[in-house]
């Protein structure tokens, strides 16, 4: 009886410690992208994300739309020329011309794309309106 109680005890330590083992390096359930500026926290196990504000985690809320749709109607509403562009050779002719940019995978080149763009357009937008402010305030 005694023995049996030692086995008992020694697998269930055993067992703990390989549960323990097993979840800390082939399931982490935390994972966390620098994404820009932003490090975001995700958990892999449900799906919940945090983004660093302020040296704290704030939870993300997860919202679900049909953005296809509310992107189609801003574009027209905004009026925002479209070109018609073929991505897959766009991008190849751009990593020809800056070789720097062939490491990086297509989703990521094009994530950089419009982060790059998208603040340049905005700071010139609101550089244009402050030149425009002061020169009526003269």
Do not use: C
Request: net charge neutral.
């Amino acid at each position: 009886m005694k023995g049996e109680k030692t086995y008992f005890g020694l697998g269930l330590v055993i067992g703990i410690l390989l549960a323990v083992v097993f979840f800390y390096y082939f399931a982490p359930r935390y994972t966390t992208v620098k994404s820009g500026e932003t490090m975001l926290k995700q958990d892999t196990w449900t799906g919940q994300s945090w983004r660093l504000v302020d040296n704290e985690w704030k939870p993300m809320l997860g919202v679900y739309r049909d953005w296809d749709s509310i992107d189609k109607a801003l574009l027209s509403a905004l009026r925002i020329p479209f070109a018609e562009v073929n991505t897959d050779s766009a991008l190849v002719r751009l990593r020809e011309k800056h070789p720097i940019l062939k490491e990086l995978p297509d989703d990521e080149l094009l994530e950089r794309i419009k982060l790059v763009y998208s603040r340049q357009v905005l700071v010139n937008m609101y550089l244009d309106s402050f030149v425009k402010m002061e020169q009526q305030g003269k």
